[in-house]
């Protein structure tokens, strides 16, 4: 499996597991000719509050698309946990 195809299903996953209403996946894999940017990446935005947005781009590095499927979707996956705690820590730590 080549690495368009990988990130293909591993976008389909994403999207398909992306239920969380305070959270927006925006899947930034292919250029607008189909193929892998040379940087592909994941931009999460957040929504700790109504009136509050964060964002985070996580970048998958050249090594992770090495990896199957799953592995680069837990990767992908850890990392928007990582980030929002990360946010509720900074908003809601000192509550």
Do not use: C, H, W
């Amino acid at each position: 499996m080549d690495a368009k195809e990988k990130l293909q299903l591993v976008k389909e996953k994403l999207e398909e597991n992306s239920s969380m209403p305070d959270l927006d996946l925006e899947v930034n894999f292919f250029d607008e000719n189909g193929n892998v940017l040379d940087e592909p990446y994941v931009l999460v935005k957040y929504y700790p509050t109504e009136s509050d947005e964060r964002d985070s781009k996580i970048v998958i590095p050249q090594t992770m698309l090495n990896e199957d499927v799953d592995n680069i979707v837990n990767y992908i996956t850890f990392q928007i946990e990582n980030f929002k705690a990360e946010i509720d820590s900074i908003e809601f730590g000192g509550e």
